[in-house]
């Protein structure tokens, strides 16, 4: 699917769990009127996945019907797609790539404050540390279209919904 078919761009919010993807792609729907999917809350209501993994206490995704769930309402752009992984969609449905980063310290209150623990919690902030969601994104889609966006503090969301939503202003299909 060629970027140039869509009549409205396509943003995939992402970044480790508890650096605010689903908050700040929740005030960006409400302010571009773009279609939120959380992929997360997705693969359950559709049973999307493989099953549990007790070690890592998530499911399982199955990448290829989460793509597949997902590919007619891309296709027709206009989609704001908040998960906490990024390469297995392909290349060329998004127009932009944002990578939401966090510091240890507020990641470690806002994960344990989500009832994370032990290794699951310990994994996450290690995601964070290594900045492993943003090598991710910037090895799977074009260094132009990934942006690392802070959100530390609820100012920071502000700011970054405001330049968002200016960016979604101002696009405009290739076509
Ligand atoms: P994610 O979807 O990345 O897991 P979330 O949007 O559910 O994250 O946010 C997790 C919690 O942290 C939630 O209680 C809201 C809070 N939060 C997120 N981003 C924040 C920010 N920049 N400033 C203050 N609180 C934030």
């Known amino acids: 699917m060629a970027q140039n078919s869509r009549k409205k761009p396509n943003i995939l919010v992402t970044g480790t ?32 996945h493989q099953g549990w993994d007790d070690e890592f206490d998530c499911h399982v995704i199955d990448e290829d019907l989460v ?11 206009g989609n704001i797609v908040d ?4 390469d297995f969609f392909p290349e060329c449905w998004f127009d932009h790539v944002v990578v939401l980063q966090t510091d240890n310290s507020v990641s470690y209150d ?8 032990g290794s699951k919690l310990t994994n996450n902030i290690e995601c ?3 900045q492993v969601l943003l090598e991710e994104a910037k090895a799977s889609y074009p260094e132009e279209i990934v942006v690392a966006m802070q ?6 969301i502000s ?7 200016d960016w979604v202003r101002s696009w405009h299909s290739a076509s």
């Open 128 to 130: 964070e540390n290594f």
């Open 159 to 165: 700011n970054n919904v405001a330049t968002l939503t």
């Open 151 to 156: 959100s530390n503090c609820v100012d920071d």
């Open 67 to 77: 793509c597949d769930e997902l590919e007619d309402l891309v296709e027709e752009g």
């Open 83 to 86: 998960y906490h992984g990024c």
């Open 110 to 117: 806002r994960l344990s404050n989500r009832g994370y623990m």
């Open 17 to 48: 769990p508890g650096t605010g993807k689903t908050t700040t792609s929740s005030l960006l729907a409400d302010a571009t009127q773009l279609r939120r999917i959380n992929v997360g809350e997705l693969v359950k209501e559709k049973n999307l």
